[in-house]
């Protein structure tokens, strides 16, 4: 990856879940350093700030069945704008949130530059339910889905150009909670995947290797990684609501992000779902960071 500008954006956003905390991730994120760890690799980094975010309480829809539906909406149309602004001035976004449904205005603003888009889901959960089949109507478990055009209109239509990504150019990995709908739909849409079984089969370094290969064949113009932090084993990563046993350990997910790092395709990220209250000593927060080291190029030698 060539040495680039690069813009800190926080979105300090829980309105997709229901767990109090995860407001606090992109500060816990610049508590453990993210700043200087990209300054000292020799990029020029300009911290953004924090999208707005109005703290209100926490509502549900009845007839859309999603929780906090309006504030999301806010949040995920004013982090659109501030992604889309940045990439105007020729700088890389790394985006910290905040649960995972901010990828839903993250995505959005990035797809505004890019005709064919690829996305890396480095995930415990596919976050692809819709409206019709969220067990909770947590938003946090749908922005895959609605960057794929499906689920509320409003939120899709975020992306001015909806649908902002293409089912054939996502790949997702680590997941090893799948709900039945999400199941249904992967095999329908036949959405690129590799859970934890092809992980402990094939090992962390073919399933890089497939994923780029597979990317390139399809002629992306630019790859998004969204990385939420319960993709690893919660031994690793404590303070994530919605922790799986039996995930990616630390060093496969350090040789994934060294292994994209080569391949020169990323142009975006962002790393979700850091919670400092269920946390333990920032543990998960400087788990983050050094993953953000090794895919903006650190190396061990």
Not at 117 to 134: M, Q, R, S
Request: glycine fraction near 8%; aromatic fraction near 4%; charge should be negative.
């Amino acid at each position: 990856m060539e040495k680039k500008k690069i813009s800190i954006i926080g979105v300090p956003s829980d309105y997709g879940q229901q767990r109090r905390g995860v407001d606090m991730g992109p500060s816990a994120m610049r508590y453990a350093g993210a700043i200087e760890r990209l300054e000292k690799l020799g990029y020029d980094v300009n911290d953004e700030g924090n999208v707005s975010v109005h703290k209100t309480k926490k509502t549900k829809s009845e007839e859309d069945k999603l929780l906090n539906l309006e504030e999301v909406l806010e949040v995920s149309e004013q982090l659109a704008e501030k992604v889309d602004e940045v990439i105007k001035q020729g700088r890389f976004p790394v985006i910290l949130g905040g649960d995972h449904s901010i990828s839903i205005g993250s995505i959005a603003g990035i797809r505004r530059h890019y005709k064919n888009l690829g996305v890396i889901w480095f995930d415990a959960h596919t976050d692809i339910n819709t409206p019709e089949t969220t067990p909770s109507g947590n938003i946090h478990g749908m922005p895959l889905a609605v960057n794929l055009g499906l689920g509320d209109e409003r939120l899709i239509n975020v992306a001015k150009d909806a649908p902002a990504v293409k089912f054939e150019n996502v790949v997702i990995i680590g997941a090893r909670s799948i709900d039945e709908g999400e199941k249904a739909l992967i095999k329908e849409k036949k959405i690129k995947i590799f859970t934890m079984h092809e992980i402990d089969r094939m090992g962390m370094s073919k399933v890089i290797e497939e994923t780029v290969a597979y990317l390139k064949a399809r002629q992306v113009d630019g790859v998004h990684i969204s990385i939420d932090l319960d993709a690893l084993d919660p031994i690793y990563t404590p303070g994530v609501g919605t922790p799986v046993p039996g995930g990616i350990t630390y060093r496969e997910s350090h040789l994934a992000m060294e292994m994209l790092e080569e391949a020169k395709i990323i142009t975006s990220c962002e790393f979700v779902e850091v919670n400092p209250i269920l946390d333990e000593r920032n543990k998960t927060a400087d788990t983050a960071v050094a993953l953000m080291g090794s895919l903006m190029g650190e190396k061990l030698v």
